[in-house]
């Protein structure tokens, strides 16, 4: 029987002159591995290609539970919301690009996550809409750690055991984060020899733990804590992490000449 229901594409592929094999994140159904026979035939059932990053209905079957292929067909597809701001904003591109390999990467075939799903459409909306893209980034990446069951212990040491909330040392006293062991490290101890770790501030535990709203500078920290910790879980780096950095670093020498010849009190990313 033919499934019917909404869809991100998350990938596109060439499979022939003719078709595209894309990945689909369903909110029912999770990612799926679609054969679009003819779509890049001019006048294929289709209408038009399928595009990176758009949203829409998908009419599709999966393979049968003894085939060998584990392809399944999409038969029609009409695409619902256009966000035309990612070809024409970098960063914003960047951003959607990242979230994208984020969902892909950190979720399973045919293992169905309906809040990250929704996490995702989301954050396409508020990037059309105008909405500062790092801060809505990082707000996806809370949602999807937490969806996922990903979100990192930053309450105890994980070398020591200890406790390492703001009773136990100086709040104004950042923590290390080391990659590797998935958690944080209190400031009694060390990373072993070549250990990777990154500083992370206590604003960045409360913005998972309480889940407070992020200022500026709190979102680019968060982002590039994520996607540091996402390519340890992975162990690979992600193919988007060096576009989105390039981006965030043009957006914020375009920010700091903006602002001259008065001070800055946060940016606006
Ligand atoms: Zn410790």
């Given at each position: 029987m033919p499934i019917s229901e909404l869809a991100i594409c998350l990938r596109r592929s060439d499979y022939s002159e003719t078709s595209l094999v894309v990945r689909m994140m369903t909110r029912e159904h999770g990612q799926a591995s679609l054969m679009a026979k003819?779509?890049?035939?001019?006048?294929s059932r289709f209408g038009g290609s399928i595009d990176l990053l758009s949203v829409g209905q998908a009419v599709y079957s999966l393979p049968?539970?003894?085939?060998?292929?584990t392809m399944g067909l999409l038969m029609s597809w009409d695409q619902?919301?256009?966000?035309?701001c990612l070809r024409t904003d970098l960063l914003r591109h960047a951003v959607a690009l990242t979230a994208a390999e984020l969902l892909a990467r950190l979720t399973e075939e045919l293992d169905p996550h309906p809040a990250s799903f929704d996490a995702m459409i989301r954050l396409l909306r508020e990037l059309q809409g105008g909405e500062p893209p790092v801060r809505r980034l990082a707000e996806f990446g809370r949602a999807l750690l937490t969806d996922i069951g990903l979100?990192?212990?930053?309450?105890?040491?994980?070398?020591?055991?200890?406790p390492t909330g703001p009773g136990e040392f100086p709040a104004a006293r950042g923590l290390l984060f080391a990659g590797p062991r998935s958690g944080v490290l209190c400031p009694r101890c060390q990373p072993g020899p070549g250990e990777s770790t990154v500083a992370i501030s206590r604003n960045l535990q409360q913005f998972f733990i309480e889940n407070t709203q992020i200022t500026g500078r709190l979102a680019l920290e968060f982002v590039r804590w994520l996607v540091y910790y996402v390519q340890h879980q992975i162990g690979r780096e992600l193919n988007s992490a060096a576009t989105l950095e390039r981006a965030i670093a043009a957006a914020l020498i375009a920010h700091a000449r903006s602002a001259q010849p008065t001070d800055s009190h946060d940016n606006d990313k």
């Open positions: 003819g779509v890049k035939r001019p006048k049968r539970e003894n085939s060998v292929s619902t919301e256009a966000y035309p979100t990192p212990d930053f309450q105890t040491c994980a070398h020591c055991g200890q």
